[in-house]
Nanobody, 123 residues
């Protein structure tokens, strides 16, 4: 199993950024996918999750209404569209594959993790 994130970088507050995660080594459409983040000195935080077939999504309270998770099962790719980011969104963002079909906000529900991509939001 391999999860490879891309798209991180430096963005100004109020701008936009899209993260991508390409998956391989498992049946992508059978697994919910999630994004988590971890800022320096803080615990890993749930960002968003999407069901295996797509359509059903859940979000962390801090990003609700600003970030959008989506997936393209034909490309084995999950995305995180970050709109109106804030300096508080600065963190390493991780893509994760769930142990099953349904979305979860708990990190224990995920069996595979990417290496992470750094997102820095400047004020």
């Amino acid at each position: 199993v391999q999860l490879v994130e891309s798209g991180g970088g430096l963005v100004q507050a109020g701008g936009s950024l899209r993260l991508s995660c390409v998956a391989s080594g498992f049946t992508f459409s059978a697994s919910a996918m999630g994004w988590f983040r971890q800022a320096p000195g803080k615990e890993r935080e749930f960002v968003a999750s999407i069901r295996g077939s797509g359509g059903i999504t859940i979000y962390g309270n801090s990003v609700k209404g600003r970030f959008t998770i989506s997936r393209d099962n034909a490309k084995n790719t999950v995305y995180l569209q970050m709109n109106s980011p804030e300096p508080e969104d600065t963190a390493v963002y991780y893509c994760a594959a769930a142990r099953g079909y349904y979305s979860s906000s708990s990190s224990s529900g995920y069996g595979y993790w990417g290496q992470g991509t750094q997102v820095t939001v400047s004020s």
